[in-house]
């Protein structure tokens, strides 16, 4: 080490000597954290030296830069974003958003005490599954209704209940792969359930059930083939025909409706989907879907079905381990009415009022974005920008709905000097991060997912990023 290394690192300002600058006071912060900060900046300047380099060692500077150390540590790790990419259920962003009276619920009932698990009417300990079982009666038409934090845990607690250490027979076009890796075979399986496949990838019949049935056959399961679709020459049995042959041989039938919904969305301009009450109305002894996809919800798994059935299910053990928690059961109440008038929840529910969005609206919304964006770029100087409307098409997302041809208007972005995916790194770096897609070297913002108050963030962003200055 040469001695004018040494001298710099003897001139290396202490952690205290930093934190006792002006540049560090008043930030708010526990002292904790901005310390760590300066501790991370000293670190990281005596490694500089010592692998040769030569950094700033000015004292005022070097404050300035742990204050920003330290508030970007204190940013919370789970954060608002804006979606622009017109995926409606986005898994990554957090799926469905929930209505504002749903929201404003949680927010209530988690601050104050509630009668989670206390009857009101009789003064003595209640249960929280009776807070939404009615209203889930009531919409489809089930004797029973039970929840629990999500789909998986549904079909696991399900299977564990009425399948362990017996057969369960299933199509092997149904065996999916849900989000995460997980599959319904591996479901089943830690469920206790043996797993019998009939049919072939493509086709299965009536007579493959009929002729899987044996001593050791405890029912059927349907699975809906919610996030992806076969098409051309394929074959499913219709759930009214397994319930005519369970009804024969005396066994129960299960169908995971997946991404699940209470109301036919067809008159939207969304393909038809099979919805809880129409399933139950089949025969189903036992249905289970998503709350947080279709349904517009928190995520939560639903578990309609028959009284025997569903009571067995809710005194199993594993239903405690996967029950639902207090926010969330506020939260699926208060969407749960809303079902209860479909046009309002249409309205209301954020998932279905982007999903029936027309595409006239859509592209007045684009205009009105790109003439922001416009106005945002007067006067900045500096980089170039490309705005222009493209056509296209947005995603219902979440694993459902698949084949779903969402027409859209896009505001497409080119700025002088950066390519599409450096564009999108430096949105997704902006606070707060925007979100957006990449298509033919055009960087794209869809008017379909984005909330009142986005388009001026996105604007403030964009005039910033073509003055040339650092997006935060």
């Not at 690192?9 to 002292?31: C, H, K």
């Amino acid at each position: 080490m040469t001695q004018e290394a040494q001298e710099l690192l003897r001139a290396l300002p202490g952690v205290d000597t930093l934190l006792g600058r002006p540049e560090l006071e008043g930030l708010g912060l526990p002292r904790s954290l901005v310390k760590a900060a300066v501790r991370e900046i000293i670190q990281r300047l005596r490694s500089e030296l010592l692998a040769g380099g030569r950094p700033d060692l000015d004292q005022g500077r070097l404050a300035l830069e742990a204050a920003l150390a330290a508030q970007e540590l204190d940013r919370p790790s789970f954060r608002r974003l804006i979606n622009a990419t017109g995926v409606v259920i986005h898994t990554n962003l957090g799926r469905s958003l929930l209505a504002r009276e749903a929201a404003l619920a949680v927010a209530e009932l988690a601050q104050t005490y509630s009668n989670l698990e206390f009857d009101l009417d009789k003064g003595r300990r209640g249960s929280r599954y009776q807070l939404v079982a009615g209203l889930l009666k009531e919409l489809t038409g089930a004797q029973a209704a039970l929840v629990v934090n999500n789909n998986a845990a549904a079909v696991l607690v399900a299977l564990n209940t009425l399948g362990l250490g017996r057969e369960v027979i299933v199509s092997r076009g149904q065996l999916v792969e849900i989000g995460g890796s997980f599959r319904i075979p591996e479901v089943m399986s830690r469920a206790g359930a043996v797993l019998k496949e009939v049919g072939t990838t493509n086709k299965t019949h009536l007579e493959d059930y009929r002729a899987a049935i044996g001593e050791s056959t405890a029912g059927l399961l349907k699975v809906h083939q919610s996030n992806f679709a076969m098409v051309g020459f394929s074959q499913v049995v219709p759930l009214a025909e397994l319930v005519g042959l369970a009804r024969e041989r005396g066994l129960w039938v299960m169908e995971d409706l997946g991404s699940g919904s209470l109301m036919d969305l067809s008159p939207y301009g969304l393909p038809a989907e099979p919805t809880a009450a129409e399933t139950i109305a089949q025969g189903a002894d036992l249905v289970t879907f998503s709350g947080d996809k279709l349904l517009g919800g928190p995520q939560a798994g639903i578990i309609l079905g028959t009284a025997e059935v569903v009571g067995r299910i809710q005194r199993n053990p594993i239903n405690r381990a996967v029950r639902i928690d207090k926010m969330t059961l506020a939260a699926l109440e208060r969407t749960l009415r809303l079902y209860r008038d479909p046009p309002r929840a249409v309205r209301e529910i954020p998932t279905l009022r982007m999903l029936s969005l027309s595409e006239a609206r859509l592209a007045a919304r684009a205009a009105r974005l790109l003439k922001r964006l416009k106005t945002a770029l007067a006067g900045t100087g500096g980089r170039e920008v490309d705005l222009s409307l493209v056509k296209g098409s947005s995603q219902v997302g979440g694993g459902a709905l698949p084949l779903a041809e969402l027409p859209t208007r896009l505001v497409g972005l080119r700025v002088q000097g950066l390519s599409a995916s450096r564009l999108e790194a430096l949105f997704r770096a902006a606070r707060p991060p925007v979100i957006g897609r990449i298509e033919h070297d055009l960087f794209l913002l869809d008017p379909r997912t984005l909330l009142p108050g986005d388009g001026a963030e996105i604007a403030r962003i964009l005039g910033r990023l073509a003055g040339g200055e650092l997006i935060r």
